[in-house]
Structures are given as structure tokens and as C-alpha cells.
């Protein structure tokens, strides 16, 4: 079993930027691939970035590429999501996710794991 459990979610001005960190209980985070998903209101729940178990692949949702970094550090069970040049469509929920496979996967589908979420506000 895994907990996760997210922070850094808050109100910043649209071109600001914010950290999100997701951490992870149990001994098995290292194996895991990790994903960052969102949801607005009323929408569904899209997938952001992901990372593999290591660190060395990662992938994006298009309209996050070049402002979003995804990142994780194993020894502190612990994975991050930069997030820069923030825009007034990034505001939702922010949700950390973990998957029970090393490879990591863009279908909330395929995660096993779900933080309760942390709220991002970007006013315009």
C-alpha cells in the first residue's frame, strides 16, 4: 500500500510559478512510475506529466511542455512538479499519482495510487 499525500498548491499571479511535491509512504516508491494529473471544474481528470521509476523518462501533456518539470528524488520519497509561466487555464486540482510498474504510463487508468489533491489557482 501506498500513501500520498501532495502540497505547494496556492494562488499565484497568471506568469508566476509554483512547486507541487508528492510524498510517498511505504518502501517500494523507488519502483514505482509516478504521474501528475488535473481536474478543473467540471471537467475530467487529465493527465499532466509522468516519470519512470528512475527518473530518466519522462513525459508531458502538450500544453504543459517547456513549462512544467517533473522530477523525482528516490532518497526522500518524494516527486516534484515545477510549474512556470503559469496561465490562467492551469487552475484545477492537481493530483500526484503512483503506479505499481516502473514504466510509467499517461492513463489515469493505469495508476493504482491517488493523493487527496492540492488546489491551483492562477488569476489572470
Known amino acids: 500500500q501506498v500513501q500520498l499525500v501532495e502540497s505547494g498548491g496556492g494562488l499565484v499571479q497568471a506568469g508566476g510559478s509554483l512547486r507541487l511535491s508528492c510524498a510517498a509512504s511505504?518502501?517500494?516508491?523507488?519502483?514505482?512510475?509516478m504521474g501528475w494529473f488535473r481536474q478543473a471544474p467540471g471537467k475530467e481528470r487529465d493527465f499532466v506529466a509522468a516519470?519512470?521509476?528512475?527518473?530518466?523518462?519522462?513525459d508531458y501533456a502538450d500544453s504543459v511542455k517547456g513549462r512544467f518539470t517533473i522530477s523525482r528524488d528516490n532518497t526522500k520519497n518524494t516527486m516534484y512538479l515545477q510549474m512556470n509561466s503559469l496561465k490562467p487555464e492551469d487552475t484545477a486540482v492537481y493530483f500526484c499519482a503512483a503506479r505499481s510498474r516502473s514504466e510509467l504510463r499517461v492513463g489515469a487508468t493505469q495508476y493504482d495510487y491517488w493523493g487527496q489533491g492540492t488546489q491551483v489557482t492562477v488569476s489572470s
Open positions: 516519470i519512470n521509476w528512475s527518473g530518466a523518462s519522462t
Open positions: 511505504g518502501r517500494t516508491f523507488s519502483t514505482y512510475a
